[in-house]
């Protein structure tokens, strides 16, 4: 759902096919706990798909969930940053409390060690500006990249990524911060390889990530930085939302989280979008809501000397 901000607020609602089948076929219900393989401790906000990622599911903050799974599903896909995918037949799954998902051997960074505070270069959307903001009331479960661009080739490190979380919706919501590799165009290789959760203090404002422990190297092709929204059960994240139709009929719409910032200040900006841990759909210069806008991401980059 996207909402323009001008003096009365108006909504343009997209509509998509998110599950095959058709709404009479039985469902499957399934309620687990995700764990992690070798220490048996919950996996936050883990998602549980398909294969085809048709339909998606996250835990919550305890690696609960309970999944509506449709009925021509017979395979579903678990996935959290750090994690190994894993597939798990619906029949063998069924009667388990619990699933099992082994964690990925981490790799040690370079440790770059400085003396004084770093000179930083601020790339992507910089200004405080939100004429356009997006928020999550479509049933789906999205994540946005945007290009940051190393046009000056400059040699340094990623510090921080901040967002600009709009004003509306819940901000306190968790959302998962995604940084990915620039392959060929579009994101590519996770870059932070582990999950990185974080919350706004409040609406209208930056929420400003501390990357710099985790050393990523900023390259000269560049690289993609992303928000996953982690629509969960959790009730206190949710809210509702109405709007008037063009026949004058006002439809309400179930809504989860916080609201991310679009504008147009980037003239040539480049993201992507996908839903439910898919296959990654660019967004040109026209956009779907056809005027060229993009989220209101930022990075910072540690300059090395």
């Not at 770059?112 to 200004?127: D, E, F, H, M, N």
């Not at 979380?165 to 290789?189: M, Q």
């Not at 759909?281 to 980059?301: C, M, N």
Request: aromatic share 10%; with cysteine.
């Amino acid at each position: 759902m996207y909402t323009h901000s001008t003096s009365r607020f108006w909504l343009i609602i997209l509509f998509f096919t998110v599950i095959g089948g058709s709404a009479g076929h039985a469902q499957t219900t399934l309620s687990g706990q995700i764990l992690a393989e070798d220490t048996r401790r919950p996996v936050p906000y883990s998602l549980i798909t398909e294969p085809q990622h048709r339909f998606g599911t996250y835990a919550d903050a305890n690696g609960r969930f309970t999944a509506y799974i449709p009925a021509n599903v017979d395979t579903l896909l678990i996935t959290c940053v750090g994690f190994d995918q894993r597939l798990i037949p619906l029949r063998d799954s069924m009667l388990a409390q619990t699933i099992e998902i082994r964690p990925r051997p981490k790799e040690l960074s370079e440790v770059v060690v400085r003396g004084k505070k770093p000179r930083l270069l601020v790339l992507g959307a910089i200004r405080k500006k939100a004429p356009i903001v997006w928020g999550n009331c479509s049933g789906r479960n999205i994540e946005f990249a945007l290009y940051i661009r190393n046009l000056k080739s400059a040699d340094g490190y990623l510090h921080r990524v901040s967002y600009l979380i709009a004003r509306g919706g819940v901000p306190s919501a968790p959302f998962r911060v995604r940084v990915y590799e620039n392959s060929d165009g579009e994101p590519g290789r996770d870059l932070l390889a582990e999950s990185l959760v974080a919350t706004a203090r409040r609406s209208n404002s930056w929420c400003e990530v501390d990357l710099s422990s985790f050393q990523i190297p900023f390259p000269k092709e560049g690289l993609f930085v992303a928000m996953e929204w982690l629509p969960t059960d959790e009730n206190q994240y949710k809210f509702t939302t109405s709007f008037r139709m063009p026949d004058g009929q006002r439809n309400v719409r179930d809504c989860f989280g916080q609201y991310l910032a679009f504008s147009k200040e980037l003239r040539s900006a480049l993201y992507w979008e996908r839903i439910n841990g898919g296959v990654w759909r660019r967004h040109s210069t026209l956009s779907r809501v056809g005027t060229g806008e993009h989220p209101v991401i930022q990075a910072k980059i540690a300059l090395t000397e």
